[in-house]
């Protein structure tokens, strides 16, 4: 989850425009330790002042694992723009109360599942059945998985009912049954 927030962070970071010199070289700092590692070669001349102030920025982290890199990227991002929040984050831990909803709400459909025999949603469900119940999972993230178990539901409900409807029109219109599509009326 670290690596995806520090990928989302990484491509937030390209839409400042008006982040400081020292923020643009805080970024950088992490940024380099996290996917390259310690700061290697030979400082650059006085006469490359960016390129110095790049490398020393660098220099100041060396030894730092890429794990709190990473953590430390994310972190400054979210300084630098405070409405901003990693998706793949946890919103934090759930009242007890709404855990026992979550769960009451997960045995329902998994029943109504079982009933209408659905398997394909049945697999989806069942392959993040567990996630759902952790409370790390992120509204997000269950908001996507109800919405493909949904989906599938609404896919097999209109499917059942496509027959049904046909019928409903033959008897409606008065159509024959012959077979050829065109829906020519019984004289």
């Known amino acids: 989850m670290a690596?995806?927030?520090?990928?989302?962070?990484?491509?937030h970071a390209k839409t400042f425009k008006s982040a400081?010199?020292?923020?643009?070289?805080?970024?950088?700092?992490?940024?380099?330790?996290?996917?390259s590692g310690d700061v290697t070669g030979k400082r650059p001349g006085m006469f490359s002042q960016k390129e110095r102030a790049k490398f020393d920025a660098w220099t100041s982290v060396k030894g730092l694992d890429t794990a709190t890199a990473k953590k430390k990227y994310v972190e400054t991002v979210s300084i630098i723009d405070p409405s901003w929040k990693p998706i793949s984050q946890p919103t934090g831990p759930a009242?007890?109360?709404?855990e026992e909803l979550m769960k009451c709400h997960l045995e329902r459909f998994e029943a109504r599942l079982v009933k209408e025999g659905l398997a394909d949603a049945m697999a989806i469900y069942?392959?993040?059945r567990d996630k759902l119940t952790q409370?790390?999972?992120?509204?997000?993230?269950?908001?996507?998985?109800?919405?493909?178990?949904?989906?599938?539901?609404?896919?097999?409900?209109?499917?059942?009912?496509?027959?049904?409807?046909?019928?409903?029109?033959?008897?409606?219109?008065?159509?024959?049954?012959?077979?050829d599509g065109d829906g020519c009326s019984v004289q």
């Open 3 to 11: 690596d995806q927030a520090f990928e989302e962070a990484a491509a």
């Open 20 to 35: 400081s010199n020292t923020q643009l070289l805080e970024l950088y700092k992490y940024y380099k330790q996290a996917t």
């Open 95 to 98: 009242s007890p109360i709404r």
């Open 126 to 128: 069942q392959a993040h």
């Open 135 to 179: 409370v790390g999972m992120s509204d997000h993230e269950a908001e996507i998985l109800r919405s493909k178990c949904e989906v599938t539901l609404q896919q097999r409900e209109r499917r059942k009912l496509e027959p049904e409807k046909e019928e409903e029109k033959k008897r409606k219109g008065n159509l024959c049954d012959c077979g």
